[in-house]
């Protein structure tokens, strides 16, 4: 029987030949007689899969050698907290652009740690938007300039990285569309997220930072959060999430047999184009967000008629479409379509959309 | 085929029965059409997970209602920070007890929050004991007293709990025999640590905490990792690790099927008895540890002649007994044997040590 289609924001949809290969590797790795949960994190078996992992997702991305991919732990949430111990060094400041919740979140917790200034957006939503860069302001002398790449709540997505002051790095929040196309790492100071909804579960961190980055941290910085400290042990000062390790390892793999993120692009585009076409195409349905910035990865809309909302939901359940109701904050619905999730099964939300409304239009 | 026996310190062992059921459900739990790995952690069917994984430990340990139970991220060594981040309050110090690698380390971790008090015990190995409890010098108002009840690396295990100062709430990180044994939970102000022991997977942290050390957390601490905040949001306010808490929650349920821990106690007394016995008996290999303080879980050996190492081991991979190599600072070997270890495990390393000293002696 066919899996359903799982549209989670995240924790999200696995490639099914993923989840495959670990099921069939559960209780031996490669002739090991271990599971991979049951490895030393120093040991050969377990030192082989997170070398691959790395080289892979630095092939996958062309890291440039002077970045460090470090594997981490306590996802986006935390590390709105670490970046500033690691970051700020002696300046008092740093720049958000706040496009939605999450980068809302990060403005929050930097008040922790300095005087974050809001370079452009609002604190408060409704986020439908990336505001025009002519407006953006910048404060005197930054630690960084922030931003989210893609807010997985709203569905606001940059399509174009903005401009930063000379010399101030980029940090991009990549949580939720990371590897969902090429791009170039140069541009960034620091890309991080976390794994749990393009590359893998909860619980694993994703962090690539420039090399003159790594000086800086706080001394209140904990030392197992201490970016210098984390790449100095190759993500291994502490245990790290080893299980979360293999499974990205093995979507890096399986990215890689698809195409790598060029074709990865091009089908996220297809995707994005059906849904979002048939969003436009019929006044049942709603989307809010405007067009330039409308998400790839998390595609929110809402019933016209939000009495419907829950007969929508039960009956997508019964045509093996899960988990489709929108955040909380937002209400309404949201479609997350990330790397995992087939055209076809696009086409088969697009199909009961269209049938639904058929029968309660 | 039998698996081979697997003596990791950690990520180590897990009973066989958990690796075959998670294997089974990974395409699909219980019908859901999702595997762990891909559901919301917001959604029904992991919330069941959660609550009843939170659930079970609680029996299992019998915790106290006036404790929270929390699972976080970052393992024992980001602990180190966040206990003290969360717990000094307006208090200079904390004291420390001292008996092995891990606690040395979680000393070292506190200079950067407070000036830790070493109250017993050393900075610097070999650790073979626990020290007299007159000895004990403690502090005169410290905010805690911390000590760590096994020693993975050492192989020094506390059997008995030392008194502490009257209101001094005693904090242990009980990463390597949390449920090896019945604990009373209410003579400790907040137990914790990795799961990759006796638990589930790396990646996966655990903390026991009484209500009233709530409210005490430095400003500094990072939200994700403020207990307060963490309990408040049933350790969802970030994103759990949920595979991680699927799969403790199957060791839970393995155990209590087993009987409990008053079962498993029995258990590994008699593995760590056949073992020690062993060891006691020949003078092939040696154990340094002092009698009274020698762990159930973590047993370090040695060779007497250690240039048969790498024989010893070459020789013990092939007879099915895997990672027995020692922690690079103490050397020699070290048979882990925690609860997912069966006696059978022990009998075949003590069978195998014997073949080895005929055949080397």
Known sequence: MARPYNFSAGPAALPEEVLRQAAEEMLDWH???????????????????????E?????????????????????????????????????????????????AKSFKEAKKYCTPHLAAGALTGPWLAVPPEPT????????????????????????????????????????????????????????????????????LTFVIVRDDLLDRASPLCPSAFEYKTVAANGSMYNTPPTYGIYIAGL???WLKRQGGLAEIER??????????????????????VEKPFRS?????????????NDAFLAAAKDAGLLQLKGHKSVGGMRASIYNAMPLAGVQALVAFMKEFERTHG
Chains 1, 2 share one sequence.
């Open 31 to 53: 002739g090991s007689g271990m599971s991979v949960m049951e490895m030393s994190h120093r040991g050969k078996e377990f030192t082989q899969i997170a070398t691959q992992a």
């Open 55 to 103: 080289a892979d997702l630095r092939e996958l991305l062309a890291v440039p050698a002077n970045y460090k991919i470090l594997f981490m732990q306590g996802g986006a949430i935390a590390e709105n907290a670490i970046i500033p111990l690691n970051l700020l060094g002696d300046k008092q400041t740093a720049d958000y652009v706040v496009t939605g919740s999450w980068s």
């Open 136 to 203: 953006f302001s910048f404060s005197a002398d930054p630690a960084y300039l922030f931003l989210c790449s893609n807010e997985t709540i709203d569905g606001v997505e940059f399509h174009a990285l903005p401009k930063a002051p000379a010399q101030v790095p980029v940090v991009a929040d990549m949580s939720s569309n990371i590897l969902s196309r090429p791009i170039d790492v140069a541009q960034y100071g620091l890309i991080f997220g976390g794994a749990q909804k393009n590359i893998g579960p909860a619980g």
């Open 296 to 308: 790839r990865m998390n595609v929110p809309f809402f019933l016209k008629d939000e009495s419907l």
């Open 251 to 253: 979507v890096f793999q």
């Open 267 to 288: 089908r996220n585009i297809a995707k994005a184009e059906l849904l979002y076409g048939y969003l436009d195409a019929t006044a049942f349905y709603q989307t809010r």
